[in-house]
């Protein structure tokens, strides 16, 4: 009888058995999480840099810790990175992330239409992929290059961003009380051609002190979505986000900037099109006779996308950037040899593919510049066939014919990297 | 229209010699039926949801997010989002999807990455690729449009009917047929085998627990499994509710970078 009983009831335990899954997260009492990881990384140069001794382009072990607490209609939330640089010999702290975010229902009238996320935070918006016009949010240009993940490439500011939802139209504005510039190339990861110099220089320059701008930054989208296209307007009051003016004295300095756009993004066929427009006007040189200065410019950007078959993505993008007179700017510069054509456009093209269950990713993406004669191709492998480990591997290539065009100038800095990273 | 018996027109005298339970089939209102029943119950909902994914070497991998449903029309378009919270690389990704019935219209999909605050918009894919990974295509999720397929009543028995189902193009799928078991009391399809070539069944899809929950009943667990390899996946749910009375405003792009909390604890 017994022996019976166990017979039957056998299936029903290797049933129950294949269905405990653990206790599920989250449990409606526990009002925080935590979560994060660690990581290895690792990257060398494929050539010598002969301005840089070290062939490392990235080493570092670098964990993150991202805590969020829910309060009962709004969050604050906690994200920082702990890393050792091991190209700079340095040990970093980068908070991405202090904010409280939440709807202003029943804190301010009308509330019910607004979110505000104010604090330490990272932003973006646009319709680019890799290509930025109307964002002027900060960029990591040196951990894009050096292979950190593609996360890293937008850097936080602090800063408060307030919502608006309407039938009319959606608004978002932020406010960035401390001027927050990109995290530029400046010659201590990898060198850069300096047209005064006339050659490649690393310097490891910071723009601080005084040189730096003591205004807000202001950025504004209005943005609305009608039968699956979204349009939004831009406008940016503030800096050049990299110190691509010179002082008076020859140093490297922000100069205002303000910036207007719009865009687009809908379904085309069986893909996506994207359409963008920016209007750079650089306010300390109306004319463009300001060789120390950057001309304003006219930036354009149309983008298509389409999966090419099973798992298999496949994008193209033409960005045109037209400097505004041009004349002036050749006629007054200090080294007309080294500006840039007109009329600058580059070519993108994306690759993207999924394996063995999305467990591997494979990405290519070139920029070429067809006015410059250069490029950047990114190559990238991730593999995470569990949920506690990710393999990454990639390599960023630049090329090009002439040393002072803007992606062959790093044709040095092109480098191998390997990561791996481990959540808990 | 498909059926399996010519529509019977004997006139009332004739109803009392035919049984109910030998009642004349209309094929397609049985698959509207069906198909109304497991992906359109109430006008919206919200559930949690989890997947244990098993590899063919038995490694696992966990997804947890919470799923929101408003229907449009019934049988018609939908709006969806799903909030995922585990593992922690996807920790607070949301995708949202606004899926279009019509065979002309494609989904519009989103998805944000809360890391470098994209929305992400994602061009129309191929519907038969996994979903987050799993063994569900992104199409046993959404729903396969039933106008995709001809059915054919192949057996019905005491607790089931069984159809097959042929796709009207071929060459958009990767299987030849599959064989769907409706459940005649709730009217859920409860296991689906697909077919390649004559006699292949390589991949199945079953309902293993089934509750009624405010009256619709409901799969509460699920699973996919891939037949050649051995891998599959589960799928769980809880807190369940219908009819909560979702507005359609918590469907945009305001509640992918701030989600709607009151919804989801």
Redesign the interface.
């Known amino acids: 009888m017994s022996l019976t009983l166990f017979i039957l009831s056998m299936p029903i335990f290797a049933q129950d058995d ?2 405990d ?1 653990g206790d ?3 449990e ?1 009492t526990q009002d925080y ?1 935590i ?3 660690f990581e290895v990384a690792a990257g060398l140069r494929i050539s010598d840099d002969p301005l840089i001794s070290k062939d490392m382009s990235l080493g570092e072990l670098r964990a993150q810790f ?1 805590f969020d607490y ?1 309060l009962s ?3 604050l939330s906690l994200n920082a990175d702990a890393y050792y640089d091991g190209v700079l010999d340095q040990t970093k702290i980068q908070v ?1 992330e202090a904010a409280w ?3 202003l229902a029943n804190i301010i009238p009308f509330g019910e239409h607004f ?1 505000l ?1 104010i604090g330490q ?4 918006w646009g319709t680019g992929d890799y290509v930025f016009l109307n964002d002027l949010f900060p960029k990591d240009f040196q951990s894009f290059f050096a292979g950190r993940d ?2 890293y ?2 850097a936080p500011s602090l800063s408060a961003k307030l ?1 608006g ?1 309407f039938d009319l139209v ?1 608004i978002d504005v932020v406010i960035t009380p401390e001027f927050t510039p990109d995290n530029y190339i400046n010659g201590d990861y990898f060198s850069f051609f300096s047209p005064v110099a006339g050659q490649q220089v690393a310097p490891g320059f910071d723009v601080a002190g005084e040189r730096l701008p003591d205004s807000p930054e202001y950025a504004l989208r209005l ?1 609305k ?1 009608v039968q ?1 296209t ?1 349009y939004a307007l831009y406008a940016y009051d503030g800096y050049h986000k990299t110190p691509n003016s010179l002082s008076e004295t020859f140093l490297p300095s922000f100069s205002k900037l303000r910036v207007y756009g719009a865009s687009l ?1 809908t ?1 085309l066929g ?3 099109v994207n359409a963008e427009y920016a209007y750079y006007d650089s306010r300390e040189d109306k004319n463009g006779n300001d060789p120390l200065i950057p001309n304003s410019q006219s930036r354009w950007l149309i983008g298509y ?3 090419l078959v ?2 298999l ?1 496949g994008s193209l993008q033409w960005y045109l950037e037209r400097t505004e007179d041009y004349s002036s700017l050749i006629d007054n510069s200090l080294a007309p040899e080294y500006e840039v054509a007109r009329s600058r456009v580059w070519l993108t093209q994306r690759l993207s593919y ?1 394996a063995m ?3 591997l990713t494979l990405n290519a993406f070139n920029f070429y510049s067809s006015s410059d004669g250069d490029g950047y191709l990114k190559l990238n492998a991730d593999y ?4 506690e480990w ?1 393999l990454s591997a990639g390599l960023n290539f630049f090329y090009g014919d002439e040393p002072w065009t803007f992606f062959n100038q790093f044709e040095d800095a092109s480098n191998m990297y390997l990561r791996f ?1 481990y ?2 | 229209m498909l059926k399996l018996f010519p529509r019977v027109t004997l006139g009332l005298c004739c109803l009392g010699l035919i049984s109910a339970a030998h009642a004349e089939i209309d094929v397609n209102d049985l698959v509207k039926e069906s198909e109304k029943v497991a992906y359109y119950s109430g006008d919206d909902g919200r559930s ?1 949801a ?1 997947m ?2 098993v ?1 063919s070497q038995g ?4 997804r ?1 997010f919470t799923i929101l449903r408003k229907d449009v029309t019934d049988n018609g378009d939908q709006q969806m989002m799903v909030f995922f ?5 996807v ?1 607070d990704t949301v995708f949202r999807v ?1 899926k279009h019935a019509s065979l002309d219209q ?1 989904d ?1 999909r989103w998805l944000y ?1 809360p ?5 992400k ?6 519907k ?3 979903f ?2 799993s ?1 569900f295509f992104y199409e046993d999720v959404s729903g396969r449009a039933i106008t995709e397929d001809s059915f054919v009543l192949e057996q019905e028995t005491d607790t089931q009917y069984i159809l097959k189902a042929t796709p009207k193009k071929p060459d958009s799928v990767e299987f030849d047929y599959y064989r769907v078991s409706i459940d005649k009391t709730s009217k859920l399809p409860v296991l689906i085998d697909f077919f390649k070539g004559e006699n292949d069944n390589y991949r199945r899809v079953e309902a ?1 627990q089934i509750e009624e929950i405010q009256g619709f009943p409901t799969v509460v ?1 699920s699973k996919v499994s891939d037949l050649t390899s051995g ?1 599959y996946t ?1 799928m ?1 749910f ?1 807190n369940i509710s219908y009819d909560i009375g979702l507005d359609s ?1 918590v469907f ?3 509640s992918l ?2 989600p709607p ?2 919804w989801l ?1």
Request: glycine share 6%; net charge neutral; charged share 40%.
């Open positions: 294949e269905w899954m599920w997260e989250e409606t999480r979560s994060g990881f991202q829910d209609a709004s969050r991405r975010q939440g709807s979110d996320k935070q990272v932003l973006t593609d996360e490439l937008k919502s939802f959606n943005f979505s699956g979204e993004r379904t069986k893909g996506l996308e389409q999966e099973k798992n993505t999924r269950q999305q467990t995470s066939p569990v949920d990710r990273r959540f808990y | 949690d989890r244990m994914i590899d490694r696992k991998q966990m947890q919270s585990r593992p922690s690389d920790k606004e494609d519009d990455l890391a470098l605050d994209l929305v918009r994602i061009s129309a894919g191929d038969r690729t996994s987050v990974g063994h293993v667990r891998a589960l769980e809880r405003d945009s792009e305001r970078r701030n909390r009151q604890d």
